[in-house]
């Protein structure tokens, strides 16, 4: 076909914009050979063809559209549908003179945009197959409690072939009442309805931008935690309402990237997997090193506190305290947020909107290594010196020894809050490694090299092992306690 041709033949007159209403666009031209004004529409297979009247038979001739054929075109239409295509239909009209509108003075105007009577001219069955990675990341974001939704213009057929194609729906024979609806019901439901279903609804199919936007917002009133990905203009509003909006990077529009918290770059549904198990890893690292780090506060606070109270002395001086809180508030935080992500973290459940960060599980795990470490410095300041028999400043040192190596220790434990191998994975993370090589020697050479600086004294081969031989403790301390069964709330 001659484009070029065609284009200098024909003048486009007025044009109607694709509707997510109508869900269909159309145009009006002239041919300027002749005059006639023609109105040509296309957009979704049943839309168009519910305002047709007449069609083209393959041999060019146009029939009248009956209720058989109509039925039978129907047919065919969900049938492309339940094979996951995108059906299209062409149709138009000749605009006859008469048909024109005219102004007050008697001049032609430009005739409507007429959809009525119009000649079905076919329809196609357009085929976007789902990304290779899309079910396996889908699969991965259920096994790790996130109910996946599809929100989408196509009609029902298509969008519940497309649903099961990608995971989000089983198959037919196990599609539940309720799960596959359209914009129209869902917009009709009252507020008690809406809120009672929409956990239950999996596919909203003929939607509109404004359901999209009225279920995150009925997710959100419901307590969930949502996020939306979306690339349209249209998109806008649900992607700035949602607790988390991901726009596509690609195909994405800029108001939709505006709108958004997160741009997925390649346009992949398997990137939201990562963001999710990503997410998760550093939540959890957050919760690693303040159980860590509350671990340390409350241990050194209570031990002074009651060492004050009951004897007028501090076992830890303010220079220790600050050396502590330097190496661990430095160190520790860099040892423990660097642990990459885990397959384990993929398979808890999400963490709820207003769950606590600091959970009884951490409580318990804080609790148990604080009190172990405030009685094991609490005997050695009022006995050490009888028990070991050394003199005071050699106590003090070994009790800031065992303080200091306590904190290396349970550093390992930290690495997992409920699981009981705490050694898992970590000759993967270097970092960590490195962390707790550097802080050993730092410790070394405080309490040898540094003297005057620490207050302390050199100590020898036999008390450096007793120092290591109660931090080390800690972690048999740390493994039974995960044992002890606790609530979540």
């Not at 001739?61 to 059906?87: F, H, P, V, W, Y």
């Not at 009884?360 to 009888?386: C, D, E, K, P, V």
């Not at 050479?445 to 050199?458: C, H, I």
Request: net charge negative; aromatic share 8%.
């Amino acid at each position: 076909m001659d484009m070029d041709g065609v284009n200098q033949q024909h003048t486009i007159l007025q044009v109607e914009t694709f509707n997510s209403e109508k869900k269909q666009s159309g145009v009006l031209i002239r041919n300027n050979v002749d005059n006639s004004i023609h109105v040509h529409w296309k957009g979704a297979a049943e839309m168009i063809l519910s305002s047709c009247s007449y069609f083209f038979e393959s041999t060019g001739e146009i029939k009248i559209m009956t209720d058989e054929k109509r039925s039978q075109l129907e047919n065919i239409i969900q049938g492309m549908a339940a094979t996951s295509l995108r059906c299209i239909a062409f149709a138009y009209k000749k605009i006859e003179y008469e048909e024109c509108n005219t102004s007050e003075n008697g001049e032609g105007k430009a005739p409507s945009m007429n959809h009525e009577d119009l000649t079905l001219l076919g329809i196609v069955g357009m085929k976007d197959p789902c990304r290779p990675n899309a079910r396996k990341a889908i699969k991965a974001c259920k096994d790790a409690g996130v109910a996946i939704k599809m929100v989408t213009g196509d009609n029902v057929f298509t969008a519940k072939a497309i649903a099961i194609e990608c995971g989000i729906l089983e198959n037919d024979r196990h599609v539940i009442p309720g799960e596959v609806i359209e914009g129209i019901e869902f917009r009709n439901y009252t507020d008690e309805e809406r809120m009672l279903k929409i956990n239950d609804i999996r596919v909203l199919a003929r939607s509109s931008p404004l359901d999209k936007l009225l279920m995150v917002q009925c997710l959100k009133k419901a307590g969930q935690v949502v996020a939306v990905t979306g690339d349209g203009t249209n998109d806008a509003p649900a992607l700035k309402e949602a607790d988390v909006g991901l726009s596509m990077g690609i195909q994405g529009t800029e108001v939709a990237k505006e709108s958004s918290d997160v741009i997925i770059l390649d346009d992949d549904f398997s990137t939201v997997a990562t963001v999710l198990r990503w997410g998760r890893c550093v939540y959890n690292n957050i919760q690693k090193f303040i159980q860590f780090q509350l671990t340390v506060n409350v241990a050194a606070l209570v031990i002074n506190f009651i060492a004050a109270v009951s004897s007028g002395e501090v076992p830890l001086t303010a220079v220790q305290l600050l050396w502590v809180n330097l190496i661990m508030d430095t160190l520790g935080a860099l040892a423990l947020a660097t642990e990459r992500p885990t397959n384990e973290l993929m398979h808890n459940p999400p963490v709820g909107r207003t769950a606590p960060l600091i959970t009884n599980t951490m409580w318990r795990n804080i609790l148990s290594q604080a009190f172990y470490q405030i009685a094991i410095l609490l005997i050695l300041h009022f006995s050490g010196r009888s028990i070991f028999e050394v003199n005071q400043q050699v106590n003090n040192t070994l009790i800031f020894n065992t303080f200091v190596l306590c904190q290396i220790f349970n550093e390992f434990n930290s690495r997992s809050i409920e699981k009981h191998n705490v050694f898992k994975g970590i000759h993967k993370n270097k970092l960590f490694l490195s962390i707790i090589v550097i802080t050993v020697i730092l410790q070394i050479m405080m309490v040898e090299f540094l003297a005057n600086f620490a207050n302390t004294v050199r100590l020898n081969i036999v008390q450096w092992c007793i120092c290591v031989g109660i931090a080390a403790f800690t972690w048999p301390l740390g493994w039974a306690v995960k044992y002890i069964p606790v609530r979540d709330s």
